[in-house]
T-cell receptor
Framework: AQTVTQSQPEMSVQEAETVTLSCTYD???????LFWYKQPPSRQMILVIR??????QNATENRFSVNFQKAAKSFSLKISDSQLGDAAMYFC????????????FGAGTRLTVKP | GAVVSQHPSWVICKSGTSVKIECRSL??????MFWYRQFPKQSLMLMAT?????????EQGVEKDKFLINHASLTLSTLTVTSAHPEDSSFYIC?????????????FGDGTRLSIL
């Protein structure tokens, strides 16, 4: 079974600075999707960014970008120009392409943004 | 964009009662919906996959007689926690994917906080 590992339970960043959240995963599949979700205190799950495994180019969404290293099975999230509103739990998620019902989440990283 | 509505957002009830949680896709069809459970400060754990018109698929360790799932239409799935007990208290989240675009991300409801006294 696929597993997703987030090795940083908590991270902290100064406002306007850059922070990188780590995520690794284990799979024997070649086609899959990777996601970063944000969960603020309201507990709503908000999609931050997604990456298709077949794409070599790293996904970017405004201040959010990923460093996708397929061979290393690594999928880190970089947040640039951090804002107070970025404070939340961040979950890395993997979804198989061969089995579309299978989406797995990492344990999460709690990000604190200091003013 | 796609919206998933989950209701109720918060339930407090006595031990032994049954609680139904609804998950609706508001502007898209979802042949498949997913039910997750999240304990405080933990990640989302997939409980079951709800398939329209057929039986749900439960993850290992999830009691199907305890957590009844019904997916009668392309826009509605329900999770019923039967004879709820304090250990069932948790945060339950549903999600859905826009059919037939299986390469699209899942859209999540806002969750239901269930507290059993």
């Amino acid at each position: 079974a696929q597993t997703v590992t987030q090795s940083q339970p908590e991270m902290s960043v100064q406002e306007a600075e850059t922070v990188t959240l780590s995520c690794t995963y284990d799979t024997s599949e070649s086609d899959y999707y990777l996601f970063w979700y944000k969960q603020p205190p309201s507990r709503q799950m908000i999609l931050v960014i997604r990456q298709e495994a077949y794409k070599q180019q790293n996904a970017t969404e405004n201040r959010f970008s990923v460093n996708f290293q397929k061979a290393a099975k690594s999928f880190s999230l970089k947040i640039s120009d951090s804002q107070l509103g970025d404070a939340a739990m961040y979950f890395c998620a993997y979804r198989s392409d061969s089995n579309n019902n299978d989406m797995r989440f990492g344990a999460g990283t709690r990000l604190t943004v200091k003013p | 964009g796609a919206v998933v509505s989950q209701h109720p957002s918060w339930v407090i009830c006595k031990s032994g009662t049954s609680v139904k949680i609804e998950c609706r896709s508001l502007d898209f069809q979802a042949t498949t919906m997913f039910w997750y459970r999240q304990f405080p400060k933990q990640s989302l754990m997939l409980m079951a996959t709800s398939n329209e018109g057929s039986k749900a698929t439960y993850e290992q360790g999830v009691e199907k007689d305890k957590f009844l799932i019904n997916h009668a239409s392309l826009t509605l799935s329900t999770l019923t926690v039967t004879s709820a007990h304090p250990e069932d208290s948790s945060f339950y989240i549903c999600s859905a994917r826009d059919y037939p675009y299986t390469n699209q991300p899942q859209h999540f409801g806002d969750g239901t906080r269930l507290s059993i006294l």
